[in-house]
């Protein structure tokens, strides 16, 4: 995988139970996106000269243990697929150096053309090939990624206990 963003808990992200609040755990993704959009050649001067942005269509996280306030953190990204239009990516948060994940992400993403009503667009060529080049992972070995939420069904009960 391939470091992407580091950050430290701060105070104000911190829960009754003191941990990490699970809205931050978003947060510190949303900002490990947008230093994966910088990478890829969109960053804010290439959004704003190129009239094109990535929007988010769907997110997953797995809360996997707690990470408490001060800690140092760090996101590694790496790209599950992609299409001339949308990019699935997969991170991993980190406390510090350690190689156990505390939290996993996955993102669906579409290139966006913003120069009128937002609308899907084809990357340019060259954001294309940045995206190819970026490190992936095969979906069986993103290890959090895929997963569906939902209660198992009981053969012996059809209404909801």
Not at 31 to 38: E, P
Not at 79 to 99: C, Q, S, T
Request: glycine share 6%; proline share 4%; aromatic share 8%.
């Amino acid at each position: 995988m391939s470091t992407i963003y580091r950050d430290t808990v701060k105070p104000e992200w911190v829960d009754y139970n003191g941990h990490l609040r699970d809205a931050f755990y978003m947060l510190i993704y949303s900002l490990a996106t947008d230093a994966f959009m910088d990478r890829i050649g969109l960053d804010d001067a290439g959004r704003r000269a190129r009239q094109r942005t990535l929007y988010t269509l769907e997110a997953h996280i797995s809360y996997l243990r707690e990470i408490k306030e001060g800690a140092a953190v760090r996101v590694e990204a790496r790209v599950v697929g992609h299409d001339r239009k949308r990019i699935h990516l997969y991170l991993e948060m980190f406390e510090g150096d350690a190689a156990d994940p505390v939290s996993a992400c996955e993102q669906m993403m579409m290139h966006i053309d913003t120069s009128g009503a937002p609308k899907a667009a084809s990357f340019d060529e060259d954001i294309a090939a940045r995206v190819a080049a970026e490190p992936t992972v095969a979906a069986r070995d993103a290890r959090y990624a895929g997963r569906v939420i939902g209660l198992p069904v009981r053969a012996s009960s059809t209404a909801p206990a």
